[in-house]
């Protein structure tokens, strides 16, 4: 069973930056995407961010783009999402996600979520 462990919310000042981190474990799969979905206080899910199995293939929303980075790390089961300049807007509850590749992320249904962890922006 795969299993996606989410950390690293909380609440943060207007302005400043936070780091999501994200372990997959579980059935192990020989290669696999991993990203981002966030979902606001009366809001539909939406896609954030992905990266490949290499960790160079990487897909952003367009509202995030040159503000919130994701990294892949060692071992390869873990994924990290740098957030910059947070505003109100990105306050919302951060879901870690699995899927075959980056493509598969970004246009289907995550099959695999983790049970998200909050982020709050002060103002």
């Known amino acids: 069973q795969v299993q996606l462990a989410e950390s690293g919310g909380g609440l943060v000042q207007f302005g400043t930056s936070a780091r999501l981190s994200c372990a997959a474990s579980g059935v192990p799969f020989s290669r696999y995407a991993l990203g981002w979905f966030r979902q606001a206080p009366g809001k539909e899910r939406h896609f954030v961010a992905a990266?490949?199995?290499?960790?160079?293939?990487?897909s952003y929303a367009d509202s995030v783009v040159g503000r919130i980075t994701i990294s892949r790390g060692s071992p390869k089961n873990t994924v990290f999402l740098q957030m910059d300049g947070l505003n109100p807007e990105d306050a919302a509850v951060y879901y870690c996600?699995?899927?075959?590749?980056?493509?598969?992320?970004?246009?289907?249904?995550?099959?695999?979520w983790g049970q998200g962890t909050q982020v709050t922006v002060s103002s």
């Open positions: 990266i490949g199995w290499d960790g160079t293939t990487t």
């Open positions: 996600v699995r899927g075959d590749n980056v493509g598969d992320l970004t246009t289907n249904p995550p099959k695999y």
